[in-house]
């Protein structure tokens, strides 16, 4: 019942899916409105049909119906239920699911946000593009991946569980859920920017219109890799969090054009340039989360992540070759035509700063899609095998990331058009000062290394620098109440305006990647990695920690069995593990980690001697390893910070504070405060106050911070 | 219509004061940036840096080689069994004193050159290499030239003081001729000179800048009216800050000589003077600071590139304080260890003697020091040295069952000095069931076989042949 | 790049935009076909270095505590086995082993030796005793996995009577897959 159910709900989608390609693109052609119209109708019934599909599934699994040979072999009757849950996205054919249904959700938001404007053709390509893709993923579980399929012969009476590292941590629950919001989000500017290309209508500000759901796929993508690096450190037990597996690396690509595209689209907001890059880059961004949903599910690349190998991978290679030719092909075709009306005026400016920012991004995504596929390519050429690993990136990662750093801090800094240095330098000392001051400490207290240094410094340069933008922000906001006639203590607090809206945001999230980047750079400089042969009873001492064998105790559950090591490491204890699950004879190994703020110690057992002789634990000293997670958390924050509309703004708006008080009605103290602007140099992005309306009207009179 | 400029009251004071200012102000980033080189210098840790230790040789090396079993990880940050036996080896061949090279072509040798996590280059493999390094220089050295291009062309403007003159310098030969590219492009001119209006009045953007930017976009609008004012509609274009809003113009002829008017008029009340002395200075400042990048990215490069060879990974930093005791031992004891092998014995013994001052149950230190006072003792005859020996050597065996090193001297110093050949085939028996390698067993092989053939047993099979 | 509109004429090829855009279609077109037609990485084929060298020494210690050298018969050939009793390859070609075994120790031509590979030896026993395993397993010895370039079970190594590598197998074998190897040597060497 469970399949047949699940099924239908695949082939409602599918169909939904289809006839909404023929509705939308009759109306296309015969340029009728209502047509149009009822193209977007299709967007819930795709949704409804995964959602059916998906009950049907979780029911299977909850119920332990084996029945299918989904739930066969990734279910059994000892697994609890939150791991029963996650079984959807498991396996191969449920993760397809999962995506499908994601991408209805998407769908149907994206009819009802634009449900006004459903008769522009634009939103019809848009509509038909996402129709396409839907009907790609659908079709897929119609036939190779179907996730309903019912077991050959009899049906068995237990499972064989879901891999033992799937149930191993809860984190399971959010991860792979994370990630996919974030891939599949990608499909909705990268259709926008189809339907741009398709009608021609590139001047208009579809970018713009679509930057919310930009950021959020952005956002969930952000969290869902740094919950994957998590999980690494947490469960696999050998003490790091990226190993730059080509599955982690497939992430990771789209990710980076992802922000690439995130920040150019500013531009193309603000003085309507770099149209053509924004549109190959969103093109990139959604062609490379095709391309690693490829790499991960057709078993060429091995991998720790990887899905077991099935015949969805020819296919997964055709589409993504379908959605690249047709993206550039439409780039190629439309042509010079494209281009913006005009170029970037200077190379110190914060356009020259985005395009710089562009290149690097583009430059190590690259880098990363190179190194991940050339085994493939020198196999092909050689017939030998090759390893590309971690020293190959890591290269290439420093430079790229000290770069990015040094960015973030002169960037916000930079007036649009054309920057004077006089103007950058008079607002970057302060931080400036802040970086060099950091590594003069740093070096002082005994800190060894360039690349550790240098990250430091910049990262405390571009910390000072956002920091800065945050506290005028701030500081406008409250004076903007005051000159409203608030009181002092609401003023104050009125201050959270400055906390809002995109720049700001954008400057917490930076703020969060610099605290990212100084945990990095400390945890991989100065990790420290040894073994602890201990007998019960014995202390040994690492690096400053007291670890203590205490003795071992079993810890049984219905679903595993655990040998665990009670260790003593300064006044905590940690039970490092090994864990047998049933249906599987292989144990796998669970580390205990004491963490704080200054860093870890991960211990984990490494061989437990036949007879009572010493036993070997593995241990990693890292410092500031939780700085990750804390900076991770601050991305996020600042993210959802940035999603919150700021008030009505243009385009146009200066990028500083209005100067309090230079109204051009008052023109003395406008001399004095022009010069107080020079020195003092504001650089936030705020709303001018009614006195001082730019004078302009741009080609679109006002601006909606809409989705 | 007025034209203001922000400081327009006073320009001239205001210049004065700008360069008195500028004259007294304190040159912050020369010391910022003299400081930072001197730290990171002082940092690299290259003042001072000895060659690398034997254990900082090993991480290094194990950095660079996969773990056999394992997809991505490297032997020393995996522990499965391949690669605990990965790390044995190469610590025991840098002991031997082979080279980082050899210990590698060994590995390669035994598991293919997929071993290495580093793809070397050279062969194909350059490519994997060289193509991102040609495609970032490349794509630099196409932007840096564009932009610079641009960047003097600006200030070439600006110098030529040229208002009004249609169809002047450089780039505007592409005029389009498409209406719908003409609008757009007119919409562009438009929207970036209210930008730069706006810019200049938060104070972003400098005098000069200002007027240069003004002076092309208005010049380039009104080519662009020129070419094609009969096929375009009203437009609107920006006043030159009024006071009043928003300003709506309506023939574009009108707007285009008002506009060219007012320009003409703030270049007289500010520019003239200004435009004068800045350009040339302007752009030798310019050439100053994208030599001074140049210089900064070589520098940078070359820094990196440098210290990542010299710094492995995970060094600690330098200098005793920051030496965790456990790290010290095992440093006294490869130190101990190489000394022993060149045939300093009495500083190694010193220093095996200063490790279990510390750690008196180091077996490993306990069973070196033991046979160097056994060889010395036996050679001296001095009874005391040896009793203090045989000490040693029992109380490492006893501490470590598994120990080859302490059951091969236990044994060679209970046929030696005791003459006690069955106690010492024990031992010789126990030592080979713990594994020593190949090397270490034909070394000792003459011992063990006299020890054997004391003992009336018949020689083990796993005695080399020869010896 | 977009803000090429103002350029002095004639110094750059037109329509940059689409030769950039072919460019990329090319060599992601090449990238294409690379990927297309990769074998899965599971059962890539891969020649090991040792292939045709000295095999390197085979001793240890069995699972019973004695020690083990490999005793010299000339003109037998040696298949030298790895295993682990949790590798689910392993357990099909036991049976395989064994035919093999049997066999040959009738035509007294080749001996097998199992090794254990990142296994206990409580689970590697009951294991090579549920197969019915005659000849001699070797303890896991990580030196010894190591000189032989082994990654992970099953790996099979075939050694020609003149102690040379003669194969090498990454995966299950088959009785008959010895025999074809055996008589592959032979018939190169009279």
């Excluded at chain 1, 356009?351 to 493939?376: C, D, H, K």
């Excluded at chain 1, 959802?640 to 504070?657: E, F, K, N, Q, Y």
């Excluded at chain 2, 002829?253 to 520019?271: D, E, H, I, W, Y």
Aim: aromatic share 8%; glycine share 10%.
């Amino acid at each position: 019942m469970n399949g047949a159910l699940g099924y239908t709900g695949v082939l409602l989608g599918f169909c939904a899916a289809v006839v909404g390609i023929v509705v939308i693109a009759t109306g296309l052609v015969r340029h009728r409105e209502s047509t149009l119209r009822g193209g977007q109708l299709y967007a819930p019934l795709i949704l409804l049909g995964g959602l059916v599909a998906v009950v049907a599934m979780e029911h299977a699994l909850l119920t332990h119906d084996f029945s299918l040979t989904y739930v066969a072999d990734n279910n059994s009757r000892s697994t609890p239920a939150l791991y029963s849950i996650t079984g959807l996205w498991s396996a191969l054919a449920g993760s397809i699911l999962l995506w499908a249904v994601i991408l209805g959700g998407y769908a149907s938001i994206m009819a009802w946000r634009f449900r006004r404007r459903a008769s522009d053709p634009l939103v019809g390509w848009a509509t038909l593009v996402i129709y396409v893709v839907a009907a790609f993923f659908f079709g897929l579980m119609l036939g190779p991946a179907n996730p309903f399929s019912h077991v050959v012969g009899a049906v068995p009476h237990n499972g064989l569980g879901p891999n033992t590292l799937l149930q191993d941590n809860p984190l399971v629950l959010i991860h792979p859920p994370m990630l996919y919001l974030g891939f599949v989000g990608f499909t909705l500017p990268f259709a926008f920017a189809i339907a741009t290309l398709a009608t021609g209508r590139v001047d208009e500000d579809w970018q713009g219109e679509t930057r919310r759901w930009t950021l959020f796929a952005w956002a969930f993508l952000t969290m869902g890799i740094i919950l994957g690096a998590w999980w690494s450190y947490e469960v696999l037990g050998w003490g790091g969090f990226w190993s730059w597996d080509p599955v982690e690396n497939a992430a990771l690509m789209p990710w980076l054009v992802g922000t690439a595209y995130l920040h150019s689209v500013m531009v193309q907001e603000r003085r309507g340039l770099l149209r053509i890059w924004n549109l190959s880059l969103v093109v990139a961004a959604f062609s490379l989360t095709i391309l690693g949903t490829f790499l991960t599910r057709s078993g060429v690349i091995q991998s720790v992540h990887s899905f077991s190998e099935s015949t969805i991978g020819p296919l997964l290679l055709g589409f993504f070759c379908v959605v690249l030719v047709t993206g550039v092909g439409l780039i190629a075709w439309r042509g010079d035509r494209l281009r913006s009306a005009g170029g970037i005026d200077a190379a110190v400016s914060r356009e020259g700063a985005f395009l710089v920012n562009n290149l690097l991004f583009v430059a190590f995504a690259f880098v990363v899609l190179l190194g991940t596929v050339f085994p493939l390519l020198y196999q092909a050429l050689n017939g030998d095998e090759l390893s590309v690993g971690a020293p190959y990136f890591n290269r290439f990662f420093v430079p790229v990331g000290l770069g990015l750093l040094f960015l973030m801090a002169v960037a916000p800094a930079l007036p649009w058009r054309k920057a004077s240095l006089e103007v950058v330098r008079s607002r970057l000392t302060v931080p400036a000062a802040a970086g060099v001051v950091v590594v003069v400490a740093c070096v002082a207290a005994g800190v060894r290394g360039v690349e550790p240094l240098a990250a430091f410094g910049l990262g405390a340069f571009a910390g000072a620098s956002a920091l800065r933008a945050l506290f005028l922000s701030v500081r406008a906001a409250w004076q903007l109440a005051r000159r409203g006639g608030a009181g002092p203590v609401r003023a104050l607090l009125s201050g959270w305006r400055g906390l809002v809206g995109r720049a700001n945001g954008g400057m917490v999230v930076h703020v969060g990647v610099v605290v990212v980047a100084v945990g990095l750079a400390a945890a991989t400089s100065f990790i420290h990695r040894g073994e602890l042969l201990l007998r019960p009873g014995q202390t040994a001492t690492y690096y400053g920690h007291d670890v203590t064998f205490v003795g071992q105790r079993t810890v049984t559950t219905p679903s595993h069995t655990a040998l665990e090591a009670v260790l003593r490491v300064d006044h905590g204890t940690f039970s490092p593990a090994i864990s047998q699950f049933d249906g599987n004879s292989q144990a796998v190994g669970t580390p205990a980690i004491d963490s704080s703020w200054r860093g870890d110690l991960y211990l984990t057992i490494d061989s437990i001697p036949g007879k009572g002789s010493r036993w070997t634990f593995g241990v990693v000293e890292q410092p500031l390893v939780m700085w990750l997670w804390i900076g991770a958390g601050l991305v996020a924050f600042g993210s959802v910070l940035a999603a919150v509309p700021g008030r009505r703004r243009r385009p146009t708006d200066p990028i500083s504070t209005p100067v309090v008080g230079a109204s051009p009605a008052t023109r003395d103290d406008g001399a004095e405060a022009g010069t107080a602007a020079a020195t003092n140099g504001d650089g936030t992005q705020h709303p001018a106050p009614a006195p001082l309306e730019p004078v302009a009207v741009g080609p679109r009179g006002t601006d909606s911070d809409g989705p | 219509m007025s034209t203001t400029l922000r400081g327009a009251a006073d320009p001239m004071a205001r210049r004065a004061a700008d360069g008195d200012r500028k004259r007294r102000r304190f040159p912050w980033w020369t010391l910022f940036g003299v400081v930072a080189v001197i730290a990171l210098v002082i940092g690299s840790g290259v003042l001072g840096s000895s060659a690398p230790t034997a254990g900082q040789r090993a991480l290094a090396i194990e950095t660079d080689i996969r773990c056999p079993s394992c997809e991505d990880l490297s032997v020393a940050q995996s522990s499965a069994p391949t690669a605990v036996a990965v790390r044995a080896t190469v610590q025991r061949q840098i002991a031997e004193g082979r080279s980082d090279q050899q210990i590698e072509s060994y590995l390669e040798s035994r598991y293919g050159a997929s071993i290495e996590l580093d793809p070397p280059a050279s062969g194909w493999t350059l490519l994997v290499w060289l193509v991102p390094l040609l495609a970032g220089v490349g794509g630099l050295a196409v932007v840096t030239t564009v932009l610079i291009r641009r960047h003097v062309t600006v200030l070439d403007e600006a110098a030529a003081g040229d208002v009004g003159s249609i169809g002047s310098v450089s780039d505007d030969a592409e005029l389009p001729t498409d209406p719908d590219r003409l609008a757009d492009r007119r919409a562009f001119l438009v929207r970036s000179l209210s930008d730069a209006d706006a810019e200049y009045l938060a104070g972003d953007l400098s005098d000069r800048d200002y007027l240069a930017l003004r002076r092309r976009d208005m010049k380039r609008l009104a080519a662009l009216d020129a070419h094609g004012s009969s096929a375009l509609p009203g437009p609107e274009t920006p006043a030159v800050l009024s006071a009043a809003g928003p300003a709506v113009a309506t023939a574009s002829a009108v707007t285009s000589s008002a506009v060219t008017a007012a320009t003409a008029a703030t270049a007289a009340t500010v520019t003239s003077a200004a435009t004068a002395e800045r350009p040339r200075r302007g752009r030798r400042s310019w050439w100053f600071l994208a030599g001074a990048v140049a210089a900064f990215t070589v520098a940078l490069v070359v820094a990196v590139t440098q210290f990542s060879s010299n710094r492995l990974p995970g060094q600690t930093p330098t200098g005793s304080v920051s030496l965790s005791p456990s790290q010290q031992t095992e440093e006294t004891l490869a130190q101990a260890a190489s000394d022993e092998d060149q045939g300093q014995v009495e500083q190694a013994a010193s220093l095996y003697q200063d490790v279990l001052d510390q750690h008196p149950a180091n077996e490993v230190a306990l069973a070196q020091l033991g046979w160097i006072e056994f060889e010395t003792g036996h050679s001296t005859g001095d009874r005391s040295l040896l009793a203090d020996a045989r000490a040693k050597l029992d109380r490492a065996v006893k501490l470590d069952p598994q120990d080859y090193a302490a059951r091969l001297y236990l044994g060679t110093v209970l046929l030696q000095q005791n003459g006690d050949a069955s106690a010492a085939v024990a031992q010789f028996a126990l030592f080979h069931a713990d594994g020593p390698p190949a090397a270490l067993v034909s070394q000792a092989a003459p011992v063990i076989r006299q020890a054997y053939t004391a003992a009336g047993d018949p020689v083990p099979a796993w005695l080399p042949a020869n010896s | 790049m977009t803000m090429t509109e103002d350029r002095p004429s004639g110094t750059r090829a037109r329509h940059p935009v689409r030769w950039i855009a072919t460019v990329a279609l090319v060599v992601v077109a090449g990238l294409v076909a690379v990927l297309a037609t990769r074998p899965p990485a599971s059962v890539a084929e891969v020649d090991s270095p040792l292939l045709g060298n000295l095999a390197p020494t085979l001793s240890g210690t069995t699972l019973s505590g004695s020690p083990f050298v490999l005793p010299s018969r000339p003109g037998h050939y040696v298949v030298v086995n790895f295993f682990a009793s949790w590798c689910e390859p392993c357990r099909q070609e036991g049976p395989q082993l064994v035919r093999f075994a049997f066999e040959h120790s009738r035509t007294n031509d080749a001996q097998l030796v199992s090794v254990v590979f990142d296994d206990t030896d409580s689970s590697a026993s009951a294991y090579q005793a549920q197969l019915g395993a005659t000849w001699p397993t070797l303890r896991a010895d990580g030196a010894l996995a190591l000189s032989y370039g082994v990654r992970a079970p099953p790996t099979t190594f075939v050694i020609a009577p003149d102690g040379r590598l003669a194969a090498e197998v990454i995966a299950p074998v088959t009785a008959s897959d010895l025999d074809q190897v055996i008589a592959t040597v032979k018939a190169r060497r009279p």
